[in-house]
């Protein structure tokens, strides 16, 4: 899938930032094996290093980039990753490669034509360095940049600070009282679980069409066994129809094949992308508690401020420091979080736009399936239907 | 692109669609409940397709896909599609272009109908025969009703049993009558099934439902009940589709002759084993009495049970002789064409439970498909309804809009594949009627092997008895004067032999009938074979392929309304 991203009204010439994932290769000489993959990159981005270029990158490697980005563009639903699926790895079956790797795909390519997220320096550094140095650049993040952990610590946080509320009997505003913004959460949530039912049903229709296949053809071979017994016009009748029945079988498998790339993927690809969001609603209740906590103490010690200058204390100036700072990290503090509030307006507008479109192509690849299988069978039948009228 | 346009009414539009579905889903619920309650109480029998067998292929059809079209139709605890509540609503524009289940039904119930079988479910397995196509027997088996036995109750009020209602229907001369109709128990068809495997040896005779007394502890008694008529109707069916039985007297007086059954239960009775029981002493002790040696009638049945212990001693040993012995029985079943035959039928029947197996699977595969494209269509339904409901963007409607299609398209496409699965049970059904029939045909060829085995024993017991006598005649010509006693014996023995030689000639009669009778069978079971199994390959492939293009067609609209997708890619 490859985007053109115009960058708009400008004099300058439109850039363009597109990439493919290609070429899986299993490496075993690690201590665990692991796929890699080709990324090439075909651009005129300033910073970026010629034309063209190919670099191998790993999976871990595709996380460690959806990390930076979650960190740094809060407020942008980052597009989301396939799923570790750690049991299937081990198996690296050739579906779940290629399922793989254009699930990678589409996530370069959606951060490549996302207007803001495609000048991000760690994008580039993830497009362009070679292998050596992404291991090493990989291996330096710590702490803050680990999303799993920052998370857990977060969550932590949470409990503690609203209990805490709770017994001092603070009446803190920990979280928006936006009605626009919680019919936007409560959409997000029900929709993970509308959408994830989806797929689920997806998948088992994927199931469907490889049992009916194995069922074809094992009805097949039983049908020309049958013929053979009986000889004659029957039998030819038989055999007739149990050939056709293998190769509708076949035809079945491929259509199940079909059915998982192009529907059931989008559909997982979409179940994903509203966690995703989740995951900046997160975000974005963070930067508002640490609004409403500067807010609160700028308070506070406006008011220690005010009692130390009705006791002429010399610390009023160390007091006074104090507070222009934390009016200024107050500051920075709300306009991080009403920065988070603008990005996510304009993306949930991009969001809906981009699923549309998505579930627009997912839906016409399934018809558009499901209508060549069932013209291929109808086919196959009607022509056995003179043959078997001559017999 | 949809739904930019007028957004308000496509709002309405998409509410209404949605209850639109689930009064589709009721229809479908109210029309499953019409066509085909063929398990519930006993409505129509004349509307019966061709189930499973109950009774003759009973031990095949314990797979719980193997029912009748009406439980394929109706059993369907989890489907999502007919757990919809409330009432029934009336078909609205959008089932319009939705074709009721019938349609199909209807489209391929003529073209079977040009085949000159009668599709609801006589369970024949014949078509009409040229010559009398303008005759006709038909049978019903209705109103089960529980009766006291009167006569045999040692506790009173103990022993009861049912009874149905058999109505025939028929221009048949040698009944009198066009209607009529008598009340029968199962014992009596027990009884009519006995005496016609015994006047009609080497016939493929139907096989009679089971006793089943297991299963009338553990079932609920109406069910029972209930599939016992529906057994029981069917193999009276069958008989009457015979050319042969048909015309036999056992039946008519089964169906015709009112109050108790004019049939003797078997000649085969209780009171005969002690008969032959007090006959045996003297004849295992040589001393045969004339008339009791063998009635030379009697070889015209097999030996059973009680009725002649010693005769089954004989031909139990001469079958073994003939097993084991190395001397050839005199008389060897020569006949080639006979043994070929009957291999080819055994290899039949093996490929033939095959493909029954592989089609109750591929059945099972195709209901599968359905269901889980319905609850897909649900799932999206869901999802367009909650899309739309609070759609804050255009993007969203249109989305929602798309979905809908896809949605309805999925559940129609489940819908046909449950229809296609009906048909298919239908057509792949003769094949589970075919494996009823083999054990018919396995039937007729024991009657065969019987009816040999009598001849050979009997040519055994004469060989036997040549040889003694001209022991004996050797011994008395050596004795001066003559020998009296010796003498005397040899008459006997002369007497004996004569009475056992007419025995024999009737046996050896008896068994050309059942040859002829057999070849006869397997010629008339080769050409309905034939025409059964073309018909059934042909309703099947019709099938397939006119529900594809149902299929194709459904799909085809959806791939066109979102075919704009496509090109932005």
């Known amino acids: ?391 | 692109m949809m739904g930019f346009e007028n957004q308000g009414s496509d709002e309405a539009q998409l509410y209404a669609s949605r209850e639109e579905l689930e009064s589709l889903v009721l229809d479908d619920d109210d029309d499953n409940n019409n066509s085909g309650n063929g398990n519930g109480s006993g409505s129509n029998p004349l509307f019966r397709s061709n189930g499973g067998a109950n009774g003759d292929d009973s031990q095949y059809h314990h797979h719980p896909l193997s029912p009748s079209f009406a439980e394929i139709s109706t059993t369907e605890d989890d489907d999502p599609l007919l757990s919809s509540p409330s009432g029934y609503k009336n078909p609205t524009s959008f089932n319009s272009f939705l074709e009721p289940p019938s349609y199909a039904d209807a489209v391929f119930r003529s073209f079977d109908g040009d085949r000159g079988k009668q599709i609801n479910g006589d369970g024949v397995v014949s078509s009409s025969s040229p010559s009398s196509s303008s005759d006709y027997l038909k049978i019903s088996v209705t109103d089960p009703q529980k009766e006291q036995d009167l006569n045999n109750s040692l506790v009173p009020g103990g022993n009861s049993f049912v009874t149905y209602l058999i109505t025939t229907w028929t221009n048949l001369p040698e009944f009198n009558g066009t209607e009529f109709s008598v009340r029968r128990r199962f014992k009596d068809v027990v009884t009519l099934s006995d005496r016609l495997s015994e006047s009609y040896r080497g016939y493929f005779i139907p096989l009679r439902p089971d006793k089943s007394v297991v299963e009338s502890q553990v079932m609920q008694k109406q069910e029972f009940v209930e599939q016992r008529r529906i057994g029981l109707e069917k193999y009276l069916r069958k008989l009457a589709a015979h050319p042969v039985i048909r015309r036999s007297e056992e039946l008519r007086a089964f169906l015709q002759v009112q109050g108790k059954l004019p049939l003797l239960k078997t000649t085969d009775v209780a009171s005969r084993m002690i008969d032959g029981a007090v006959k045996l002493p003297k004849q295992l002790f040589g001393e045969s009495v004339v008339s009791a040696a063998v009635d030379p009638d009697e070889v015209v049945q097999p030996a059973k049970g009680g009725r002649d212990l010693l005769r089954m001693f004989k031909e139990l040993r001469q079958s073994v002789t003939n097993d084991w012995g190395g001397t050839k029985p005199p008389v060897v079943e020569e006949d080639k064409e006979f043994l070929e035959k009957r291999k080819k039928l055994q290899d039949f029947e093996q490929e033939l439970t095959n493909v029954s197996q592989q089609a109750e699977s591929l059945v099972k595969a195709q209901q599968d498909m359905g269901e889980t494209l319905g609850q897909l269509g649900l799932a999206f339904v869901k999802l367009t309804k909650f899309e739309s409901e609070e759609a804050k963007f255009n993007s969203q409607k249109v989305r929602a809009a798309d979905m809908k299609n896809v949605a309805t398209s999925a559940v129609k496409a489940s819908r046909l594949y449950r229809e296609l699965n009906a048909q298919t049970v239908r057509h792949l059904d003769k094949l589970h009627e075919y494996l009823g029939v083999m054990l018919t045909v396995n039937n007729a060829y024991s009657d065969r092997s019987n009816a040999l085995l009598t001849v050979q024993t009997l040519l055994s017991e004469l060989s036997n008895l040549s040889f003694r006598i001209e022991k004996l005649e050797a011994a008395a010509s050596k004795v001066f004067g003559g020998d009296r006693s010796r003498v005397k014996k040899i008459e006997e023995l002369k007497e004996t032999m004569r009475v056992t030689d007419e025995a024999k000639n009737r046996a050896v009669r008896e068994y050309e009938r059942i040859k002829e009778n057999n070849k006869m069978e397997l010629e008339r079971l080769d050409k309905e074979r034939h025409d059964d199994f073309f018909s059934m390959l042909k309703g099947f492939v019709v099938n397939q392929a006119g529900y594809a293009e149902k299929m194709a067609t459904v799909w085809a609209t959806v791939a066109n309304e979102t075919s704009g997708y496509a090109k932005s890619s």
């Not at chain 1, 665990?32 to 300033?46: A, E, G, R, V």
């Not at chain 1, 997220?117 to 140095?133: A, C, K, M, N, V």
């Not at chain 1, 038989?238 to 498998?253: D, R, T, V």
């Not at chain 1, 500067?294 to 009705?310: G, Q, R, S, V, Y």
Request: glycine content about 4%.
């Open chain 1, 1 to 391: 899938m490859h985007q053109q991203q115009q960058i708009s009204p400008s004099s300058q010439p439109s850039l363009f930032l597109s990439v493919s994932v290609t070429d899986p290769a299993k490496i075993t000489n690690a201590v665990q094996p692991y796929i890699s993959y080709n990324l090439t990159t075909k651009t005129n981005f300033p910073d970026y290093q010629g034309q063209e270029k190919t670099v191998t990158r790993r999976y871990t490697d595709f996380v460690w980039l959806y990390d930076r980005l979650f960190a740094k563009y809060k407020g942008i639903f980052i597009p989301p990753l396939p799923e570790k699926n750690s049991v299937e790895k081990f198996r690296f079956s050739a579906e779940f490669i290629e399922m793989r790797r254009q699930a990678l795909d589409t996530f370069v390519n959606r951060i490549a034509s996302h207007h803001e997220l495609q000048h991000s320096e760690d994008l580039r550094t993830f497009l362009q360095t070679d292998e050596q140095t992404m291991e090493r650049v990989r291996s330096q993040d710590t702490g803050i940049f680990k999303k799993k952990q920052s998370d857990l610590m977060q969550i932590f946080r949470d409990v503690q600070s609203k209990v805490t509320d709770v017994i001092l009997g603070k009446e803190k505003p920990a979280e928006e009282s936006n009605p626009e913004y919680e019919k936007l959460k409560r959409y997000i949530y029900e929709l993970e679980d509308h959408v994830a039912e989806a797929q689920k049903h997806a998948y088992r229709l994927v199931k469907r069409h490889r049992e009916l296949s194995q069922c074809l053809a094992d009805f097949g071979k039983a049908i020309k066994l049958l013929g053979a017994c009986e000889g004659d016009t029957l039998g030819t009748a038989f055999s007739e129809i149990g050939a056709k029945s293998e190769m509708l079988s076949y035809k079945l498998q491929r259509e199940a094949h079909h059915l998982l790339m192009n529907f059931e993927e989008p559909l997982k690809d979409y179940v994903h992308a509203v966690q995703s969001i989740k995951g900046t609603i997160a975000e974005r209740a963070n930067a508002f508690r640490q609004q409403c906590e500067l807010a609160e103490t700028i308070k506070l010690k406006e008011i220690d401020l005010k009692n130390l200058k009705l006791f002429r204390s010399e610390k009023i100036l160390e007091a006074e420091l104090e507070l222009e700072e934390l009016k200024a990290d107050g500051q920075e503090a709300t306009r991080r979080f009403e920065n988070i509030v603008r990005l996510m307006n304009e993306e949930i507008v991009r969001f809906q736009d981009q699923k549309t479109e998505d579930m627009g192509l997912a839906f016409h690849e399934f018809a558009k399936g499901q209508a060549h299988l069932a013209t291929a069978i109808a086919d196959a039948w009607r022509s056995l239907i003179p043959k078997l009228d001559s017999l």
